[in-house]
């Protein structure tokens, strides 16, 4: 049985590119860029986009996704070969930019409207429903829940000179 699962974000998934000119050429993933929009928000560094902002994908918690993985593995007689783990709701770049600015109090990441050039078209979600019915997955982070716990992760790893 396989465990599918969708960009997944959270804890030690640390993106220090060469510069900013590289965080949205490939092979850079969705999930490198709402890392880094979290640690540079987290050092009070400016970020700013002309665009990308409308790009839509369904973000996973590291913990859901560990949690989606357990169930699985202990699951004895699948009915399925594979299950969606996921949090099973797309969020836009601007969206999360805006949940960053909102919880660190200040505007560090500014994207504008639109779509990124070059990542290569991807479903906006994945249906987790086969899973929360067959093994009783359920994704317990929101996409607030989940960035505002990375973002104190990553702040205090920086203020103990981890990062």
């Given at each position: 049985?396989?465990?599918?699962?969708?960009?997944?974000?959270?804890?030690?998934?640390?993106?220090?590119?060469?510069?900013l000119n590289e965080l949205f050429d490939p092979p850079i993933t969705?999930?490198?860029?709402?890392?880094?929009?979290?640690?540079?928000?987290?050092k009070g560094e400016v970020l700013h986009?002309?665009?990308g902002g409308d790009l839509k994908l369904d973000f996973t918690y590291v913990k859901d996704a560990a949690h989606g993985v357990l169930l699985a593995y202990y699951t004895k007689k699948p009915l399925h070969m594979a299950y969606n783990?996921?949090?099973?709701?797309?969020?836009?770049?601007?969206?999360?930019?805006?949940?960053?600015?909102?919880?660190?109090g200040k505007n560090c990441v500014n994207i504008?409207?639109?779509?990124?050039?070059?990542?290569?078209?991807?479903?906006?979600?994945?249906?987790?429903?086969?899973?929360?019915k067959e093994l009783g997955y359920s994704p317990k982070y929101t996409i607030d829940k989940?960035?505002?716990?990375?973002?104190?992760?990553?702040?205090?790893?920086?203020?103990?000179?981890?990062?």
């Open positions: 049985m396989a465990a599918r699962l969708y960009f997944i974000y959270g804890q030690n998934r640390l993106y220090n590119p060469r510069s969705p999930t490198d860029v709402l890392t880094m929009f979290v640690q540079k928000s987290v986009f002309a665009k783990i996921s949090s099973g709701k797309p969020h836009s770049l601007k969206e999360i930019a805006n949940i960053i600015n909102e919880y660190s504008g409207p639109g779509i990124v050039e070059g990542w290569p078209p991807r479903p906006k979600y994945l249906d987790n429903t086969l899973a929360k989940g960035l505002i716990e990375l973002y104190q992760t990553v702040k205090d790893d920086i203020s103990s000179n981890k990062l």
